[in-house]
């Protein structure tokens, strides 16, 4: 008789689904206005922004972007990003961040997991770390000389990205605010529309009118959505500060994954279905933190001989 064997891809499927909802729960008070919901004061190191009207949660580091540009220094956020750090890592790119959802959707949509060159994929994952640096750096000095009273003229300087340089462009940002709000200022002109459809001219009249950081926030969309196709969690491999940080912090944490090496055939199924493309098989036995890890738990689903199984602490 063949044994049982426990699945972790459909608890985390409703974990990401509900996690989406829950995210973005304000947008339910659009279809029953009587809830009376409001954005709860707590974040987590996922991508959910401050931009949204419909975030009831924000996430961390658009959190800490926004508070140093008032300037506040931000010791909640940054205290659960340690914590939440310390204990799982980055387990919540895997579980929790509908951006990491989106991604995956998309890849079971394409059915198959494409691989990126060992070396290209080595070099692009540092790309997000710059990006953090530049993230950290721009609200990081801005908040200091605001402190010190010297930060007026910077602040003018920065314009948009002064209230955050990276919550300027994130893809979450334009497709839970921007595009729900654009598609709610468009309803009344709809009617209008059906009755007499805009010619070509009139488009592209229109669309030049477009102001250039909403066509810089819709192209950053538009290339997250087809980067994913292309290339599994590409977005968090390679672009996502938020990813970045937490991979600094999935190195020390407490979760991680253990191979036995009696069971471990070496076949190597587990390395095929990681979206991370982690060299799974290089790593120590005992227990393994790969930055890039996001505790998915798809390589221990995939194992045919049970040598891979979560390790914690
Ligand atoms: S890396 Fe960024 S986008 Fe990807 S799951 Fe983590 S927080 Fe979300
Ligand atoms: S190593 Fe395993 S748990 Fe980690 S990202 Fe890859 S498949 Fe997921």
């Given at each position: 008789m ?5 699945k ?5 499927f409703?974990v990401?689904?509900?996690s ?12 029953y206005?009587?809830l ?13 922004s401050?931009n ?15 508070e140093?540009?008032?300037?506040e220094?931000?010791?909640i ?18 579980w ?32 997000k770390y ?17 402190y ?11 314009g ?7 919550i300027?462009?994130?893809?979450e ?12 200022l ?6 209008s ?25 819709l ?6 959505f087809?980067a994913a ?7 968090c ?7 970045a ?13 253990k191979?036995?090496p009696?069971?471990?055939?070496k076949?190597?199924h ?22 890039e890890?996001?505790l ?8 045919p ?9």
């Amino acid at each position: 008789m063949r044994r049982f064997k426990f699945k972790w891809t459909l608890p985390r499927f409703i974990v990401q689904l509900l996690s989406l909802l829950a995210v973005n729960a304000l947008a339910f008070t659009l279809v029953y206005p009587y809830l009376n919901l409001k954005s709860i004061p707590f974040s987590l190191p996922i991508l959910a922004s401050v931009n949204s009207p419909y975030s009831a949660i924000y996430g961390s580091l658009d959190l800490i972007q926004l508070e140093l540009s008032q300037p506040e220094f931000p010791w909640i956020a940054i205290g659960f990003v340690f914590l939440i750090g310390a204990v799982i890592g980055r387990a919540l790119c895997g579980w929790v961040c509908p951006m990491g959802f989106i991604q995956d959707i998309i890849t079971t949509l394409k059915g198959k997991l494409d691989s990126v060159s060992p070396r290209t994929d080595k070099a692009s994952k540092n790309f997000k770390y710059l990006v953090l640096f530049f993230t950290v750096l721009i609200s990081g000095t801005l908040g200091l000389a605001l402190y010190l009273g010297v930060g007026s003229d910077y602040k003018d300087a920065l314009g948009i990205l002064a209230s955050g340089p990276f919550i300027a462009i994130s893809p979450e940002g334009t497709l839970f605010g921007t595009i729900p709000t654009l598609l709610t200022l468009a309803r009344g002109s709809l009617s209008s529309f059906l009755l007499r459809p805009p010619t070509i001219q009139e488009v592209w009249a229109q669309l030049s009118r477009t102001p250039p950081l909403l066509a810089l926030r819709l192209f950053v969309l538009l290339v997250f959505f087809g980067a994913a196709w292309e290339v599994p969690r590409f977005w968090c491999r390679y672009v996502c500060p938020t990813g970045a940080l937490m991979a600094i912090f999935q190195r020390y944490s407490f979760a991680g994954i253990k191979r036995d090496p009696v069971k471990c055939m070496k076949c190597p199924h587990c390395e095929v279905r990681c979206p991370m493309q982690i060299s799974i098989l290089d790593l120590p036995w005992e227990k393994f933190n790969d930055p890039e890890c996001i505790l998915c738990m798809e390589c221990v689903d995939a194992c045919p001989h049970g040598s891979l199984s979560l390790k914690f602490p």
